[in-house]
């Protein structure tokens, strides 16, 4: 199994500084707060399902000389291409292009890229999500077409609704019944079934106290 903590700081080839992922919204910075959640995940798919888990971002806590930051923070990209500098098809996946975002969309890309490298069975992406302020819930997305990962999805979600409801603080915090389509990078690359898992709207205040 691949679990990849969504995002993290990338260096940004318009304004030449590196920069999260995605924006503060209540306190929250999804960069920031998916790590922790690809911990407990991967830790609970050793413990409980006898399976080998790896995660992509670096859990290092020292500092990357080029950004300032301290690794855990950075994209999954740069933890790639310095533990694995001879796989640039995986985290230098788009050489040619002259686009302020490069570096942030072969993040994306290296992340299944590298699951096919290993190999996986499986890829999971956690994420926090963004909408109006009104837009609630824990949500999955899947690509089109791609009947294994809709059956993963579906029993993901399944567990979440019944483990998080069971919770008196959180017996009415929505999870979908249902995966929803959608054409994310993560997922059409992956040879894998492949799920983003969006566990609340950072843009949402209770959904961010939560």
């Not at 995660?55 to 999954?76: K, Q, T």
């Not at 999971?124 to 009104?134: C, D, E, Q, V």
């Not at 009947?147 to 019944?162: F, G, T």
């Not at 999870?175 to 799920?195: C, F, K, T, W, Y």
Request: with cysteine; aromatic share 8%; glycine share 8%.
């Amino acid at each position: 199994m691949v679990v990849s903590a969504g995002h993290g700081w990338y260096y940004h080839h318009g304004f030449r500084d590196w920069r999260a992922q995605r924006d503060p919204s209540n306190g929250i910075i999804e960069d920031q707060i998916t790590p922790g959640y690809a911990d407990e995940l991967r830790a609970l798919l050793v413990e409980r399902s006898r399976v080998e888990a790896v995660r992509i971002r670096s859990e290092g806590m020292g500092l990357h000389d080029p950004s300032g930051e301290e690794w855990w923070r950075l994209g999954g990209r740069y933890s790639l291409q310095a533990a694995k500098p001879d796989l640039p098809d995986v985290w230098n996946s788009l050489p040619n292009s002259s686009s302020s975002l490069r570096e942030r969309d072969e993040d994306i890309r290296s992340r299944p890229r590298y699951a096919n490298h290993l190999d996986a069975r499986a890829l999971i992406h956690l994420h926090t999500n963004a909408g109006n302020p009104a837009a609630s819930g824990a949500r999955a997305y899947v690509a089109g077409g791609r009947p294994d990962d809709h059956r993963l999805a579906s029993s993901v979600l399944c567990y979440m609704k019944e483990l998080i409801n069971s919770v008196e603080d959180y017996s009415d915090y929505a999870v979908a019944l249902a995966p929803e389509i959608g054409r994310h990078g993560e997922n059409v690359q992956a040879d894998m079934p492949s799920v983003i898992i969006e566990t609340g709207f950072h843009t949402n205040i209770s959904d961010a106290a939560a």
